[in-house]
């Protein structure tokens, strides 16, 4: 049976100089292959420590029991700042407990009803523009980069894809995706925020770019909730939400950075998960037979409800988010001294939770490498949903989107392939890498026909 394609490890021992490098052209190639077998790992540089930790008691132990005590690491937040200011992704402590209780009430599950029909939308704008290159081969993740940002848009501000200024953030999301790497010098060296972070020039000037238009949106939004004529959208909702504990809502500024976190992380992300999958479908075409099937047989009202029914489409989605994880590394630090699998912990350490590698863990799962998304159904992949699966994070920080994430997920999937087959391209094999998230070296190219 084929195997999906994984990156090859890089050789067990080499220089600070160059896993510095590896590491910033991508960091799942820049890594052991022990990394896959072991329950904690320790990698010393001049300037800190760190611990990579699969150990599912661990892990749990950072993420679920002790939050507080492992706050984000700022060595990741410092590189992706000029975009993302203060957003809820890269704060810490009682800044980021009060954006949590502003922006969650908007991603509850009545709310992501309301959604549904925007997400609906999208999907079947990217089946009918999937349609008519029906014949030709189709590089996928741009096709999963324009629906992806269609539904945040939709979604957010109610806006469709086309929209001039949609357009606008959408072409310079993708210019800042490709000159953003995962790392820049603030991971290394880690010192005061006034420190130079030797970001590219223009990395710089898309964040600014970017940041401009959203700003754009924002006040946009805002004269029209002050003139009552606000459509009742997930900026609405977020932007109306008043802390219940201080009363207060987000500032035009604060909306700022939360919208550009929504759409890095809503828009990098799904669009990340949509073409590995797409990609899975056309290497195991049994399972999209299947796929469309059910999609043939399930979605034929347009119901919120029928999204439950494509059991089938949720397990597939599952394993491509096992396999293909779209943020492949988290990175906490620790506040208080430490003793974990008999280490000294130090103040300050880095500790580096992988989902990439805990969810091809050799000790954890069966045929970790394998595409199977039956075992989704057995006893033993339930209980490593449970120890040792997180594509969302896990605990206090987990992503507030990810039940909209794993809707968005299922029902694009399904829509595409209930109209639509997909097949790889002969010496086209994706090659799997990370930067902002896990994309394919020279991106996802299938053939598209008509189902």
């Given amino acids: 049976m084929t195997q999906p394609p994984k990156p090859a490890a890089r050789p067990d021992r080499v220089s600070l100089w160059r896993y510095a490098k590896l590491f910033r052209q991508d960091i799942l190639s820049a890594q052991p292959a022990r990394l896959y077998r072991a329950w904690m790992a320790e990698f010393r540089t001049p300037f800190f420590r760190s611990y990579l930790v699969n150990q599912p008691d661990l892990v749990a132990e950072i993420l679920k029991a002790r939050p507080m005590d492992f706050p984000k690491s700022d060595r990741i937040g410092a590189g992706l700042r000029p975009l993302l200011g203060e957003s809820v992704f890269v704060t810490n402590g009682a800044t980021w407990q009060r954006q949590r209780r ?11 009803r309301e959604t549904f029909p925007a997400m609906q939308a999208a999907a079947e704008a990217m089946a009918a523009r999937l349609t008519d290159q029906a014949g030709t081969t189709v590089e996928i993740e741009e096709a999963a980069s324009h629906v992806a940002a269609d539904v945040i848009f939709r979604t957010l501000f109610s806006l469709p894809i086309e929209d001039a200024l949609a357009t606008k953030v959408f072409h310079e999301f993708r210019a800042y995706q490709r000159t953003q790497p995962i790392l820049n010098l603030a991971a290394f060296v880690k010192g005061p925020r006034w420190m130079p972070r030797l970001f590219r020039r223009d990395t710089k000037r898309a964040a600014r770019r970017i940041r401009a238009l959203i700003t754009q949106l924002t006040e946009r939004r805002a004269a029209e909730i002050a003139a009552g004529t606000a459509p009742d959208d997930l900026a609405t909702k977020i932007m109306t939400t008043r802390d219940p504990e201080t009363g207060e809502t987000f500032t035009p500024a604060e909306m700022v950075d939360q919208v550009a976190i929504f759409f890095l992380a809503g828009h990098e992300t799904s669009a990340s998960a949509l073409g590995w999958a797409l990609y899975l479908m056309a290497l195991y075409p049994d399972w999209q037979d299947k796929l469309a099937a059910e999609a043939r047989s399930t979605l034929t009202g347009g119901s919120f409800a029928e999204v439950a029914q494509l059991r089938l489409s949720r397990d597939v989605f599952r394993e491509t988010l096992r396999l293909y994880p ?3 590394m988290m990175v906490r630090e620790a506040t208080c001294p430490e003793r974990f699998r008999d280490r000294d912990i130090a103040v300050g350490a880095q500790m580096v939770l992988s989902p990439w590698h805990l969810h091809r863990h050799t000790r954890i799962w069966d045929r970790p490498d394998d595409f199977d998304p039956a075992r ?8 490593c949903a449970r120890e040792a699966y997180m594509p969302f994070s896990a605990g206090a920080r987990v992503c507030p989107g990810a ?7 299922v029902l694009l999937l399904s829509t595409v392939l209930r109209d639509l087959r997909v097949a790889p391209v002969a010496g086209k094999t994706p090659v799997p890498e990370a930067h902002l998230t896990v994309r394919a070296r020279d991106g996802i190219w299938l053939h598209v026909t008509r189902r």
């Fill in 403 to 409: 039940g909209f994430a794993m809707i968005e997920g």
């Fill in 326 to 328: 779209p943020v492949p």
């Fill in 102 to 112: 502003i922006i969650d009430p908007a991603f509850e599950g009545g709310r992501l």
């Fill in 376 to 383: 989704w159904q057995t006893d033993a992949g339930r209980h």
